[in-house]
C-alpha cells in the first residue's frame, strides 16, 4: 500500500524529508517518546477542539515517524463520520466500523516498515453508538501486545461525543491547536470535555 496526500493531508515526512514541516514532526516524536515512555503510555489520541486545524495530517506524519524510528506503530482512523487516512494510503479494504459489525479484524501493513493501519471502515451513521461499544476496548486491548505504540486519529471534541468516547478507553490525548484559529474558548471547553471522562490530556501540538 502506498502511502500517498490527498486535498487534505499532506506528508512532508515523507516527500520532504529535510525540511522544516519534517524535522517539526521529529521534534515532536522526541517529545512525545519521553512521555510516552516516562508514563508507560500505548494508546494515544490525537483530536483537536474543532475541525479543519490538520490533525489528521499531524496524525499520520506522526505515526510515519515513529515507525521511522522503529517503534511497531498502529495508525487507527476512528473518525468515522469524515475518514481520510484511507485516502492517504490508498486504501478500500476492512477496517473498523466492519470490525464492529462482526468482520475479522484486518490490519494492513503499508510501505513503510512497522507501520500498520485501522481504516474507518465503511460503516457512517451511529458512530458514537459504535464508538461507546465495549469492542473498542476489547480491540485496544487485543493489537496492544502487538505494538509499541498505537496513533488514534478521532473527531474534533466539540463537533461531537465520539472523541470524548474515545477518551475515556485509551491511555492518553493529545490535542491539536491552531495558531490564529483556535479560540480560548473553544480550548477551555476541550480541556473540561476531557476532564469530565477523567481523560489523561498530555499536551497540545501547536501548528
Do not use: W
Not at 476496548?137 to 474515545?166: C, G, M, R, Y
Amino acid at each position: 500500500m502506498k502511502a500517498t496526500a490527498d486535498k487534505h493531508v499532506i506528508l512532508p515526512i515523507l516527500q520532504q524529508p529535510n525540511e522544516h514541516l519534517a524535522d517539526a514532526t521529529r521534534i515532536l516524536r522526541t517529545n512525545l517518546l519521553s512521555t510516552i515512555t516516562h508514563q508507560g503510555l500505548k494508546t494515544i489520541q490525537i483530536t483537536s477542539p474543532n475541525q479543519g486545524v490538520g490533525k489528521s495530517t499531524i496524525c499520520a506524519n506522526l505515526a510515519i515517524s515513529f515507525a521511522q524510528a522503529g517503534k511497531r506503530t498502529l495508525l487507527i482512523d476512528a473518525n468515522l463520520r469524515q475518514p481520510t487516512l484511507h485516502h492517504v494510503f490508498e486504501s478500500t479494504s476492512i477496517g473498523l466500523t466492519d470490525y464492529f459489525n462482526h468482520a475479522d479484524l484486518e490490519l494492513q501493513a503499508t510501505s513503510i516498515r512497522h507501520l500498520s493501519l485501522l481504516t474507518a471502515g465503511n460503516q457512517r451513521s451511529q458512530a458514537a453508538d459504535i464508538l461507546a461499544n465495549e469492542k473498542l476496548h476489547q480491540l485496544l486491548h487485543k493489537v496492544k501486545p502487538s505494538f509499541d505504540l498505537i496513533i488514534i486519529d478521532s473527531p474534533a471534541l466539540l463537533e461531537t461525543a465520539d472523541a470524548q468516547i474515545i477518551a475515556a478507553q485509551v491511555d492518553a490525548t493529545a490535542l491539536v491547536i491552531q495558531t490564529g484559529k483556535t479560540k480560548k474558548k473553544a480550548l477551555a471547553k476541550a480541556k473540561a470535555s476531557l476532564n469530565a471522562v477523567n481523560a489523561n490530556l498530555i499536551g497540545a501540538i501547536l501548528t
